[in-house]
């Protein structure tokens, strides 16, 4: 559920768990650019990347729970941000399901 009350509905609204899509679908060498699910724990994207030689900053106190979907809700940060920068500074794009069913694409 989180620490920040991101996933508290207001008025009436609903809490949408996306914790199985939790997939890491692609990483990308040569482009730096690692595609995933919003479920992915960031922790999780940490030790794959560093598997590979690579480096993800961002390093909420709560890595090994949060989500990286609810990362770029709350624009995460971390002790690494005032060195390498907070969540948005490493999405490059996002496809987005709305309620009423339409796709958005943004990046």
């Not at 030689?53 to 940060?77: H, Q, V």
Request: overall charge positive.
């Amino acid at each position: 559920m989180g620490y920040v009350g991101g996933c508290v509905p207001l008025q009436g609204g609903i809490a949408l768990s996306v914790a199985r899509m939790n997939k890491i679908k692609e990483i990308t060498l040569a482009d730096g650019v690692a595609v995933i699910e919003p479920g992915v724990i960031t922790g999780h994207l940490q030790n794959e990347v560093r598997k590979l030689g690579w480096f993800y900053p961002p390093d909420p106190a709560s890595l090994k729970e949060c989500s990286l979907g609810g990362n770029i809700a709350t624009n995460a940060g971390g002790p690494r941000c005032l060195k390498y920068g907070v969540t948005r500074h490493y999405v490059l794009g996002l496809e987005a399901v709305l309620a009423d069913g339409s796709i958005v694409k943004a990046g």
